[in-house]
């Protein structure tokens, strides 16, 4: 089921901290434009489709990256794009977009995310996959 825009960014917003619905929904437009650097074919389009329209779009249309990035660099990368952030509030916003993307997502499809990211997202996206 997709996601209402308010919805989404009530949940961003909460995980987050935000103080707006402006802040949440900042990050999560430059974290989801990087994930979708790194997710292709099937497994995009179905995330896609559980976001707001908005952001499905932010989704599919995403930032170029020449390689799948660690989830250190994500964060760093997520830093760069918004304005006045560390790499310690990067991690934050991170985390409260790709939990929120988590729920919504599932666990059999963030399974098939996870295949297609670097070792240790599970972390990024609020989960912990065993060994």
Do not use: C, K
């Not at 995009?44 to 932010?58: G, N, S």
């Not at 989830?71 to 929120?100: C, K, Q």
């Amino acid at each position: 089921m997709t996601l209402r825009r308010e919805a989404f960014l009530g949940h961003v917003q909460e995980r987050g901290g935000y103080d707006t619905p402006e802040e949440a929904e900042r990050a999560a437009r430059v974290v989801l434009a990087l994930l979708g650097a790194h997710l292709v074919g099937d497994v995009r389009a179905q995330l896609a489709a559980l976001l707001p329209e908005e952001f499905a779009l932010v989704l599919l249309n995403p930032l170029q990256s020449a390689e799948p990035l660690p989830p250190e660099r994500f964060v760093r990368a997520t830093s760069a794009w918004i304005e006045g952030a560390t790499e310690a509030t990067a991690a934050w916003d991170v985390g409260a977009v790709l939990s929120t993307v988590a729920d919504a997502a599932g666990e059999d499809l963030l399974g098939q995310i996870l295949i297609q990211l670097p070792t240790g997202y599970d972390l990024l996206f609020g989960r912990s996959r065993p060994n």
